[in-house]
């Protein structure tokens, strides 16, 4: 079955760097685009960045570009997502995300989430 683990998340202080890892499984993942969503308490989830499946094409919110930077492995098939100069309204949790095409139609699928705390 499709499996999404997310791992990387923590406390950490504001200007500081985390690396989140998406281990996936179940399913083709070098033909899905892969991304990372965030909630943060009282918000609705939004898109942190995301990666087409081959890796030539990234998309970032406006909020973290220039300071995030998503990529992958299709060998070992993760996705990562590299989080430097991080502020307190980054703190969210964040989830991976899988978008596959089944039958002609997209499905998609999330991770657990792993939790990111900015903070002094």
């Known amino acids: 079955q499709v499996q999404l683990v997310e791992s990387g998340g923590g406390l950490v202080q504001p200007g500081g760097s985390l690396r989140l890892s998406c281990a996936a499984s179940?399913?083709?993942?070098?033909?899905?685009?892969m991304s990372w969503y965030r909630q943060a308490p009282g918000k609705e989830r939004e898109l942190v960045a995301a990666?087409?499946?081959?890796?030539?094409?990234?998309n970032y919110a406006d909020s973290v570009k220039g300071r995030f930077t998503i990529s992958r492995d299709n060998n070992k098939n993760l996705v990562l997502l590299q989080m430097n100069s991080l502020k307190p309204e980054d703190t969210a949790v964040y989830y991976c995300n899988a978008k596959r095409r089944v039958f002609g139609m997209v499905r998609s699928n999330w991770g657990q989430g792993t939790q990111v705390t900015v903070s002094s």
């Open positions: 990666i087409t499946s081959a890796g030539g094409s990234t």
């Open positions: 179940g399913f083709t993942f070098s033909n899905s685009d």
